[in-house]
Every structure is written in structure tokens, then in C-alpha cells.
């Protein structure tokens, strides 16, 4: 089964969907992210999927999962580059995505990172 | 213009969203339009797999008034309550949420189920040409 590729650099993971996957994968990438900021201690997460050209329910819904159960063992998730139509779709589908942070571009994504990780670092210093 | 895809596989509801996406553009319709002909037909098509296991996507290019039309049927359990089953949150998959039918109806123009229980379900959703 193919699967999608989870690179690290630094405290971070970096994910990129390149071409519109079916079910099972984005299940197996759920599995795998939250596998990999355990084996890693990864702080951040991003998740590009500026290549989509569609996100239905079950997409939307199992990334936004896996950003609210990363939060749980301790990393960040940015999805970052929601392509308009998407996002325009997203929202008429019904489907909130208000748990999960957003940025329109990777670059965006790594500044909101560092921003709630310094963030949180203050907080566990207090 | 028409055209069919068989849904038999997770792989399949991949596969239908990319040639109702092919179609909608071929016909002229915008990119926001594509985008939601594309979700709603992954959402229809993937309750074929979940519940009937096996069914069919029609498309058409209906001239009058102009746009597009699809037809997923199956020969599944059917749906016991139509209207219950368009309400948001109705679902008979724990942990889902309900969303795939009435979610669907928001991003077509017309949409119309019939189903039979014991024989299958028929759903028809129409998106004007703007
Ligand atoms: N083709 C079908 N055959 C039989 N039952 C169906 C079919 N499509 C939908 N249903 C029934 O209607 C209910 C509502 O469908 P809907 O797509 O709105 O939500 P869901 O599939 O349960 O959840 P979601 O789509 O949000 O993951 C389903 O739970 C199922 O019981
Ligand atoms: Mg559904």
C-alpha cells in the first residue's frame, strides 16, 4: 500500500498530499503522524495540502481528528495552502474546521508554529 | 454527453470524483462549481461502498434547463426514512457524523432520493450551469 511520506526537520514534521488519495491512506497517515511525534518528539506539525483539488467530509474530518489527538500527546498541527474552492466547498458541506490552525502558505504554517510552541514554552515556565 | 463510473472499491470513489470533476469542466462549469459537483459526488459515492457495497454513477449533460446531472443507484438495504436520513447528524456509522446527505444537498441545486427498502437507492442530483 502506498503511503504518504512524513519528513522531520528540526522539532518538526512536514507532510505534503501531493494527489488526491482514498480512504485507507489518509487513515494509515493519521496513524503514522501520531506514531512518528511520539518516536520523535516532534512539537510541530505541518500538513500541506495545497496540491488537493478536493477535500470531502471524511478527508477534512480525519485531518482535523489528527490535529486535535496530536494536540493531546503533546504537538502542534498547521494545515497549510487550502486551496479557495476548497475551503468555499468545506464550509457548505458543513464541515468546521475552527479546532484546526490554517495558514495559506508553508512559510505562514512555520511562523504560527513557533508562535504556539514560544508560546507554550512561556506558559510551562510560569 | 454521458458517461458511468462503477463503484465497487475505496479506490473507485477516488476514481468517480476525478471524472465528475473531468465532466463538469468539459461542460464549462467554474472551478468552484467543479469542486462541489467533485465533494458531492465523493460523498454519495462513498455511502454506495459503505452501504450497499456496490452501485453505479451516471452522469449527463442535460440540456434543458442547461446542466449537470448524476444518478447514483445501488441495489443495497435501501434507506428505511429518507426525510430522517437527510436530517444533519443521522447516521448508522458510529463515529460518523451525519453530514454526507444533508451536506450534499447544500452543494447542488436539486437533489431527489428514492429508495426502496430491501431493493436499493436511487439519488439524483442536479447542478445548474450558472
Ligand atoms: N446508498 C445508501 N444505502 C443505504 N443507506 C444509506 C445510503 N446512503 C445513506 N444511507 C443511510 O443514510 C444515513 C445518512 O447518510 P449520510 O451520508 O448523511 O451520513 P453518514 O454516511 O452516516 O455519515 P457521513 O457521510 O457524515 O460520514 C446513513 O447513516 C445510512 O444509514
Ligand atoms: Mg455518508
Known amino acids: 500500500m502506498e503511503r504518504i511520506p ?31 511525534i511520539i ?3 516532534a512539537r510541530g506539525v505541518l500538513i500541506d495540502v495545497s496540491a488537493l483539488d478536493i477535500m470531502d467530509s471524511f478527508m477534512a474530518r480525519t485531518l482535523r481528528d489528527s490535529a486535535i489527538m496530536a494536540g493531546l500527546i503533546g504537538a502542534k498541527v498547521v494545515v497549510t495552502g487550502i486551496q479557495p ?13 475552527n479546532q484546526v490552525y490554517t495558514a495559506n502558505n508553508l512559510d505562514h504554517g512555520f511562523e504560527i508554529l513557533n508562535e504556539l510552541i514560544t508560546e507554550e514554552d512561556f506558559k510551562n515556565k510560569l | 454527453m454521458m458517461q458511468t463510473v462503477t463503484i465497487q472499491d ?8 476525478r471524472v ?9 462549469f467554474g472551478i468552484v462549481d467543479q469542486t462541489k459537483i467533485a465533494t458531492a459526488t465523493s460523498e454519495l459515492a462513498r455511502n454506495i461502498f459503505r452501504y450497499a457495497g456496490k452501485g453505479l454513477v451516471e452522469l449527463q449533460d442535460v440540456l434543458s434547463p442547461h446542466g449537470m446531472r448524476a444518478i447514483f443507484s445501488d441495489e443495497g438495504p435501501g434507506i428505511e426514512n429518507v426525510s ?13 457524523l451525519g453530514l454526507g446527505l444533508p451536506g450534499t444537498q447544500r452543494l447542488v ?8 427498502p430491501g431493493k ?5 442530483i442536479f447542478k445548474k450551469m450558472p
Request: zero cysteines.
Open chain 2, 120 to 124: 436499493g437507492t436511487k439519488v439524483i
Open chain 1, 6 to 36: 512524513i519528513l522531520k526537520l528540526k522539532n518538526f514534521l512536514i507532510i505534503s498530499i501531493q494527489t488526491d488519495i482514498h480512504d485507507m491512506i489518509i487513515k494509515i497517515l493519521q496513524e503514522d503522524i501520531l506514531n512518528k
Open chain 2, 20 to 28: 465528475v470533476r473531468d465532466f463538469a469542466k468539459e461542460m464549462g
Open chain 2, 84 to 96: 430522517l436520513a437527510m436530517q444533519e447528524g443521522f447516521t448508522t456509522t458510529q463515529g460518523s
Open chain 2, 109 to 116: 441545486d436539486e437533489m431527489k432520493i428514492e429508495s426502496t
Open chain 2, 10 to 17: 475505496e479506490g473507485d470513489i477516488v476514481e468517480a470524483r
Open chain 1, 39 to 41: 518516536e520523535t518528539h
Open chain 1, 85 to 97: 474552492a476548497v475551503a468555499i466547498t468545506l464550509i457548505e458541506l458543513g464541515l468546521k474546521m
